[in-house]
């Protein structure tokens, strides 16, 4: 069975602050990974893909892959009240058309 | 920017009776999907569609499930014949052929009752 871990939170940080999301996955094959952002009571929301080892920064956010310790992780720089949501991390099924399994999610809040 | 639109936005039905939900993707993707999302549960997968059929479905695409695409624009899933436990948010997804990120509608929240 293979699975996407998440902590599920809740992670609270103060406004400004630097916000680190977790998140490991069972299948080493894996080759395609996904943050996505989910307000309550809506549909999830991608923010960053990562494919290669290391670091891709967009913005305020940066996404780590590491896929020796199949480990993915977000970085939320200057953390604002309107990040607070649910983060989703996502993985590939290998060898699937594209279809992604789902972590539980974090729970972020941002205090101001 | 581009969207996927679904419709209803929410649908009560009656156990045992059949629902569509239905799903505009947007229009130069090539790859659709729904997923669905029991409240305070994960995101799952049911089933992948590419060139006018089924690629994949999971172990919760079962007999009651199917999906069409009776037009150019329109990506359907009906349940025939809905049980309580069918109650979530249905979520529909389409990708362009050179990226595996998607991009999610707004989702059909179903309640069976």
């Known amino acids: 069975q293979k699975e996407v871990e998440q902590n599920s939170g809740p992670l609270s940080v103060p406004e400004g602050a630097i916000a680190s999301l977790n998140c490991t996955y069972s299948?080493?094959?894996?080759?395609?990974f996904f943050w996505y952002r989910q307000y309550s009571g809506k549909s999830p929301e991608l923010i960053m893909s990562?494919?290669?080892?290391g670091d891709k920064e967009d913005g305020r956010f940066t996404a780590q892959l590491n896929k020796a310790s199949q480990y993915v992780s977000l970085l939320i720089r200057d953390s604002q009240p309107s990040d607070s949501a649910t983060y989703l991390c996502?993985?590939?099924?290998?060898?699937?058309?594209?279809?992604?399994?789902f972590g539980k999610g974090t729970k972020l809040s941002v205090k101001p | 920017e581009p969207e996927v639109t679904q419709t209803p936005s929410h649908q009560v039905t009656q156990m045992g009776q059949e629902v569509i939900l239905r799903c505009v993707p947007i229009?130069?993707?090539?790859?659709f999907y729904w997923y669905r999302q029991i409240l305070g549960q994960k995101v799952e997968f049911l089933v992948s569609?590419?060139?006018?059929?089924?690629?994949?479905k999971s172990e919760i695409f079962d007999d009651q499930f199917s999906v069409e695409r009776p037009d150019g624009s329109n990506f359907t899933l009906k349940i025939r014949s809905t049980k309580l436990e069918d109650s979530a948010m249905y979520f529909c997804?389409?990708?362009?052929?050179?990226?595996?990120?998607?991009?999610f509608g707004s989702g059909t929240r179903l309640t069976v009752v």
């Open positions: 569609f590419y060139n006018n059929e089924i690629s994949e």
């Open positions: 229009s130069n993707h090539l790859y």
């Open positions: 299948d080493r094959g894996s080759q395609s």
């Open positions: 990562i494919y290669s080892n």
């Open positions: 997804a389409s990708r362009p052929s050179d990226s595996y990120g998607y991009t």
């Open positions: 996502a993985v590939n099924e290998r060898g699937s058309q594209g279809n992604l399994i």
